[in-house]
């Protein structure tokens, strides 16, 4: 959630705002590419793909090398990654991201949780609010959406 300050967004919140609008986009594109046919291995890789080739200056300007420890770490959340992302591409392929979409906003309880548990961040008045808002708007619209089944 952007909290502005001194009535301006700060450069890290605008870069969420823009990535959130990016993610919509994508879902709404990822349900057009299952409706022609094309499977979801193949968006995703091409997804990989893509972030590969916009990330790649970055990790050779800045390439550090790794411990064995860490690259196992690597392994493995790239694989959690990759099973996530193909499950996702599928949820899109086969259902409206209008229905889809509402269960991506339990991701605000997780990041509550995991922010409190293992930073011990507390939130303020102001993300609570934030959070009523959009756990309440998901929960609305599902509602909404099962109404009319």
Sequence with gaps: MAKPSSGIVSFPALIGIFGG???GTAYTFVRRLGLQGVKGPIVVAFFSIFSTLVLLPNFLMNYQPMSVLQLVFLIFAGCAAAGGQLSV????????ARDISV???????YAAAFGILLFGE???VWS???????IGTAFTKW???TQRS
């Design 21 to 23: 609008f990016s993610a």
């Design 122 to 124: 507390l939130p303020d």
């Design 143 to 145: 509602y909404l959406v």
């Design 128 to 134: 609570l609010i934030g959070y009523v808002i959009i």
């Design 89 to 96: 591409t599928a949820a899109y392929q086969h259902a409206p």
């Design 103 to 109: 269960f991506d906003y339990s991701q605000v309880i």
